[in-house]
């Protein structure tokens, strides 16, 4: 009886151990790290609003001084009202009272966006965390969008990423010691294209290759590059999208419901704080991650060993998605050309 067993187990528990080894040999280069973010300068923009928001508040509770960044004052007026009305409920007993500082600039212009950094920078010390949660959205179909539109999201969700790292790195290296993060807002839909996303999506999947090649050139001074990839979030924006997408994007991407942004925050500064490289929302999130994890850099050990276990079955899964998606947007089409005759 256990002669019969025994060579199964041991060959079977030989090669568990061989394949241990041979990730945690891979993974060793870029082991996770803690980056602490209490007593540090957390600068956040698309702050004002949405998602960038509820991490403004979880961050200035939890002891960061925080910087807002975004266009329009109003709006960034109440924002700072809002995390101090949050940091008095929950920092309870006379704690220390919210640092919150706002700072109008449009990040698609890089003078505008490097004073605003170097005001904060003045204003509350080296930057320790970057957050880079502005972003817009034009829903329509390729042919429906004009030059102008793509310029536009192109220009706020890649370049405004870029002229702000720029702006913001110097003081990110002077915080010289503790790691640092720079945290990006992607997307689901910066994963898999989406019909009606594709300014979007161009511009979010180009977050990914400016997020590689940086902790490439970073990793010598401790900073972390981060992406986030929320899936359809409650927020301002998103409600502004809703009202305007095309059926199908509707219909392809409502497969879940909405999170709310404070989930999405949470995720956020949860990863942020791991050091992770793809920081995802919920369950679906992680298995898109996990499917797209492509030659990235993995800083933690279980998923990296999830990575090379699951994929192939996801991508099993993602092919009869793939198919569902199609069959959807085929059938779709000759109802929008009847339409269009009747007229
Ligand atoms: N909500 C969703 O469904 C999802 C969102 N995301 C991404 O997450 C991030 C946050 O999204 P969400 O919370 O919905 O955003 P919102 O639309 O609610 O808020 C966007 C923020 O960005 C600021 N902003 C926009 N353009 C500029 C600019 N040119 N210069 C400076 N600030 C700017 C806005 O302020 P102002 O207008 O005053 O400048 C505002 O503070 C975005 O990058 C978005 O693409 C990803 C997946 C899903
Ligand atoms: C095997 C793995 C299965 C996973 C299935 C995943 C399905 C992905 C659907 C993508 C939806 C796109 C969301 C865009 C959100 C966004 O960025 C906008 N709301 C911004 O306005």
């Given at each position: 009886m256990w002669a019969a067993w025994g060579v199964p187990v041991v060959v079977v528990g030989a090669l568990a151990l061989l394949f241990v080894s041979l990730i945690v040999y891979l993974w060793l280069p870029l082991r996770a790290v803690a980056i602490p973010i209490k007593g540090r300068h957390m600068v956040v923009t698309g702050?004002?609003?949405?998602i960038g928001l509820e991490i403004a508040k979880l961050a200035a509770a939890e002891g960061a001084r925080v910087s807002l960044v975004a266009r329009d004052e109003r709006k960034l007026a109440d924002a700072k009202n809002v995390v101090t009305e949050y940091c008095r409920q929950q920092v309870k007993g006379g704690g220390a009272p919210a640092q919150v500082n706002t700072y109008s600039a449009d990040v698609k212009n890089f003078g505008s966006v490097n004073a605003a950094i170097e005001a904060a920078v003045s204003d509350?010390?080296?930057?320790?965390v970057l957050v880079l949660s502005h972003g817009i959205s034009v829903v329509s179909r390729f042919e429906d969008q004009t030059v102008q539109d793509f310029d536009h999201v192109i220009d706020t969700n890649l370049k405004g990423n870029i002229h702000t790292i720029k702006a913001a790195l110097p003081h990110i290296k002077a915080s010289n010691g503790a790691p640092a993060s720079i945290s990006m807002f992607s997307s689901q839909a910066g994963q898999v294209g989406v019909y009606g996303y594709a300014a979007y999506s161009a511009s979010k999947f180009a977050l990914r290759g400016l997020a590689e090649c940086l902790q490439q050139e970073l990793i010598d001074r401790n900073i972390r590059l981060s992406l986030v990839y929320p899936p359809d979030t409650m927020t301002p924006g998103y409600v502004e999208d809703q009202k305007t997408m095309p059926e199908l994007t509707a219909k392809l991407s409502g497969s879940s419901k909405a999170m709310d942004s404070m989930s999405v925050a949470r995720a956020t500064l949860a990863g942020l704080k791991a050091g992770n490289f793809h920081i995802y929302c919920n369950l679906e999130g992680f298995a898109l991650s996990l499917l797209c994890s492509g030659m990235g850099p993995q800083p933690s050990l279980w998923k990296a060993m999830a990575e090379v276990l699951i994929m192939g079955v996801l991508r099993v899964v993602a092919l009869f998605i793939q198919r569902d998606w199609y069959a959807v947007i085929l059938q779709s089409k000759p109802k929008e050309a009847q339409a269009k005759k009747t007229h």
């Open positions: 702050g004002s609003s949405g509350s010390g080296v930057i320790g």
